[in-house]
């Protein structure tokens, strides 16, 4: 089982960004992004469901960030719009078992390695 996260980059602020997390090995009840920026904990970013249409963002994002997916493909998307400076951070994308959307990154069990996104002032 493995998730490998792209797309990140360097960008300058009100810019866009898509990241991608293809999933190979399985397929999962649901998956999560999450950011790690310098010196802070990891925070949630959105969650998706695999089987439904459920999402769920931090209040952070909601409004800016969407999250998706493309099954056929087994990836799942996060379509960053607006972007500011303290959108700056490691992102990971996440997957459990459970079809719940849940926020706390203990809730899920496999882990991507990580994208840096870099938003300029």
């Known amino acids: 089982v493995q998730l490998q996260a792209s797309g990140g980059g360097l960008v300058q602020a009100g810019g866009s960004l898509r990241l991608s997390c293809a999933a190979s090995?399985?397929?999962?009840?649901?998956y999560g992004w999450f950011r790690q920026a310098p010196g802070k904990e990891r925070d949630f970013v959105a969650a998706?469901?695999?089987?439904?249409?459920?999402?769920y963002y931090a209040d952070s994002v909601k409004g800016r960030f969407t999250i998706s997916r493309d099954n056929a493909k087994n990836t799942v998307y996060l379509q960053m719009n607006s972007l500011k400076p303290e959108d700056t951070a490691v992102y990971y994308c996440?997957?459990?078992?459970?079809?719940?959307?849940?926020?706390?990154?203990?809730?899920?069990?496999?882990w991507g390695q990580g994208t840096q996104v870099t938003v300029s002032s």
């Open positions: 996440a997957a459990r078992s459970g079809y719940r959307l849940k926020s706390g990154d203990y809730e899920y069990d496999y």
């Open positions: 998706i469901s695999w089987g439904g249409s459920g999402t």
């Open positions: 090995g399985r397929t999962f009840g649901s």
